[in-house]
């Protein structure tokens, strides 16, 4: 198995980058950006693999952010499969892998200047995960920073929609911060059994599993409604996943794709565009998110 090249600091990462740039012979090659927090699956896949189709090279990141967590207990058994992820990364044709330290990432402790994502970030996972966002979008701008290239390069990073709030976010941390990156969405993955890729799904007993396919049935169901010009009928989404047994639901919303604010009831009928639901709930003890997009 081809793993492939390991950077732990952004020195060496700048390096390697700069050096796969020029191999390429051209004016302005393209570099793809995949940041991961490991234990990777095949969502993680379909983003390498979005990005080595668009880029001349691609570099994934494996750094899981302590910033991001507010619940210790969740950080402290979040899983790590490095091995196994160098092996995924290397079958989607990665180039290079960028696996910073803790220290490396955050010397001197946790930053004390970081990047504000606003009410939009207050909202849903925001709600239930203070100072998440923050987070996240504090690590995006340092993963943007270490990745920029130092040759002329178009410069492309890659997120998967399945953490829709967490790309409209980073969309408008890239508007609103001039960074100089263009950000790609990729769709959701899910198991056959319709249950849309995680990491933590691993944390699902079979029963548990089982329950939690209730969420991606009710996104259906309103897909269905809004695609065959029904009334979405969200109180009767969201009361199918409340009846589950073992599954607490905590938010279900209908939101504009890009902005995030809610779609009022009264206009939920007749969607004038479209639309996002969003939902999340625990399952077992497991938080779970899921979402998708609806066309009146
Ligand atoms: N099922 C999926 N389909 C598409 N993209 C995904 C999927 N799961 C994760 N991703 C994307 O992979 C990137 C890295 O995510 P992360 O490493 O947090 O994995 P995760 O499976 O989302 O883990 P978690 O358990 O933290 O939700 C993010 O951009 C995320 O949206
Ligand atoms: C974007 C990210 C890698 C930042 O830590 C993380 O939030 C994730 O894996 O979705
Ligand atoms: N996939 C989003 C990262 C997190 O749950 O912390």
């Given at each position: ?7 732990t ?29 490991g ?17 001349d ?47 490396t990432?955050?010397?001197?402790g946790?930053?004390?200047v ?16 203070p ?15 270490c ?16 953490d ?5 976010l980073i ?22 059994d ?11 007993s ?15 169901r ?9 009334p ?53 003890g ?9 066309h009146?």
């Open positions: 198995m081809n793993h492939p090249r390991l950077a600091t952004p020195a060496e990462l700048s390096k390697a980058i700069t050096e796969l740039l020029e191999a390429t012979g051209k004016d302005r090659p393209a570099l793809g950006l995949v940041p991961t927090m234990a990777l699956h095949s969502g993680h896949a379909a983003l390498a693999q979005a990005a080595r189709a668009d880029n090279v691609v570099v994934a990141s494996i750094f899981v952010n302590p910033l991001q967590f507010d619940d210790p207990a969740d950080l402290a058994r979040y899983p790590r499969t490095l091995e196994a992820d160098l092996d995924l990364l290397g079958e989607a044709g990665v180039d290079v892998v960028f696996a910073p330290s803790e220290d990432m955050y010397p001197g946790l930053p004390l970081r990047v504000s994502s606003g009410v939009m970030g207050t909202r849903f996972e925001g709600a239930s995960r100072g998440h966002f923050d987070g996240v979008l504090t690590v995006v701008a340092k993963l943007f920073h990745v920029q290239p130092a040759v002329p390069a178009v410069f492309r990073a890659y997120f998967g929609q399945k829709a709030q967490q790309v409209a969309r408008r941390m890239a508007a609103d911060l001039n960074f100089p990156v263009q950000i790609y969405p990729v769709p959701i993955v899910r198991a056959a319709g249950l849309a890729e995680s990491s933590r799904n691993v944390f699902l079979p029963g548990e599993r089982r329950s939690a396919l209730v969420l991606s049935r009710a996104l259906t309103l897909q269905e409604n809004a695609s065959s010009r029904r979405l009928d969200l109180p009767a989404a969201a009361a199918l996943v409340s009846a589950e047994p073992g599954v607490e639901l905590d938010y279900f919303e209908v939101v504009d794709p890009l902005t995030l604010e809610p779609v009022p009831a009264g206009e939920q009928d007749v969607l004038s565009g479209p639309a996002l639901a969003l939902v999340a709930a625990r399952v077992g497991i938080r779970l998110i899921d979402n998708a997009e609806l009146g």
